[in-house]
Structures are given as structure tokens and as C-alpha cells.
């Protein structure tokens, strides 16, 4: 038992080393409601860098992994199973590599809001588990460090929220150029 228990742990850790190094450097999140339960989601990934692993240059193989994890690939599809990506897409906007993924949803939390009741305000969670996102702006109300929550009105018709995720430094690496060869 404690042998594989070990075997498993390396697994995990030596998928961890060997994962993808890309990273944004913000999310604008737009919820367009149509009801109290349904709407379109898109958020936008401005800024789109590849973390250099140790002192090394990784861009191309992240470059080659948003295109084909990401942008080809069904990860977005994973990550919304419950609502149904309708695009996705890179393009050039202020000098940076930027995505978009546009989403349709039927319920709420398929795409991360939650509304105790229909008399309650939306809300949603800015920081996750796998993903340190750190609010920026919103046209809701935010919940502070201690309760890190916007909360938005419930006759709100437009949820619009903006985080931050990487710091642009001399540890990344712009993504553009590699765009812009490949087109």
C-alpha cells in the first residue's frame, strides 16, 4: 500500500513539473444574463505569456500547447462540460496576444455564479483552487480578502468582472510574436 501510495505521488508530482507554463496577465469576465438562470459568457485573456521554466525559454512549446490544447483542443469544452462553448480565438489587441471564449449556459453554476435564491444577489467566487486570480474591478460589489466574492444585484442584465493573474516580468514571455509568425 505504502509503495504505491509513493508511485501515485510521483505520478502526480512529475505531472506537475512537466505541465504547461502558460499564464495571462488578466481575465475580463462579461455575463450577459438572459434570465435569472441563463446567459452568454465570455471572457477575454489579455495578455497571454509563457512562464520561462527555471531560466528557460518555453514559449514555443506553450505557443504550440494553447494552440493545440486550448484553441483546437477541447480543454475550454472540459473545463465548462455543463455549458457549450460557442467560439474561441486568439487575436492581436494593444500590442499583446489576446484570447476569447465565448459560452452559453442554462444554469448558474455551470459557468461559476450562484444565487441563493431568486430574490438574492449573483455571485461569484474571484479566487479558485487551481488558479490564483485576484480581483481588479467590477461593476458588482467585492468581498474583500476575507471573503474574496462579487456580489451583483439580481435585475442586473451585464455581471462584468476583472482580474489580474501574472505580473509581466523578466520570468515571462510575450506571446505575440509567435502569433504573428504563425499566421
Not at 34 to 39: E, F, I, L, Q, Y
Not at 100 to 123: H, K, S, W
Not at 127 to 144: A, I, Q
Not at 162 to 176: A, E, K, M, Y
Amino acid at each position: 500500500m505504502k509503495k504505491s501510495s509513493l508511485s501515485l505521488l510521483s505520478i502526480i508530482l512529475l505531472s506537475v513539473l512537466i505541465t504547461s507554463c502558460l499564464t495571462v496577465e488578466k481575465k475580463e469576465y462579461t455575463f450577459e444574463m438572459k434570465d435569472n438562470k441563463s446567459g452568454t459568457l465570455t471572457i477575454k485573456f489579455i495578455n497571454i505569456l509563457s512562464m520561462k521554466d527555471d531560466t528557460m525559454d518555453v514559449s514555443e512549446s506553450d505557443f504550440t500547447e494553447l494552440l493545440s490544447t486550448y484553441i483546437d483542443g477541447d480543454q475550454l469544452e472540459s473545463d465548462f462540460e455543463n455549458a457549450t462553448v460557442k467560439s474561441k480565438r486568439l487575436f492581436e489587441e494593444d500590442g499583446v496576444l489576446c484570447g476569447e471564449a465565448i459560452i452559453e449556459f442554462n444554469e448558474l453554476g455551470f459557468v461559476g455564479l450562484f444565487q441563493y435564491d431568486e430574490n438574492c444577489p449573483f455571485m461569484f467566487n474571484v479566487s479558485s483552487f487551481l488558479e490564483s486570480e485576484t480581483f481588479l474591478n467590477s461593476n458588482g460589489d467585492f468581498g474583500g480578502d476575507i471573503m474574496p466574492v462579487v456580489f451583483w444585484p439580481k435585475g442586473l442584465k451585464t455581471l462584468k468582472l476583472t482580474t489580474t493573474v501574472t505580473t509581466p516580468d523578466d520570468s515571462t514571455i510575450g506571446l505575440l510574436s509567435l502569433y504573428n509568425s504563425r499566421k
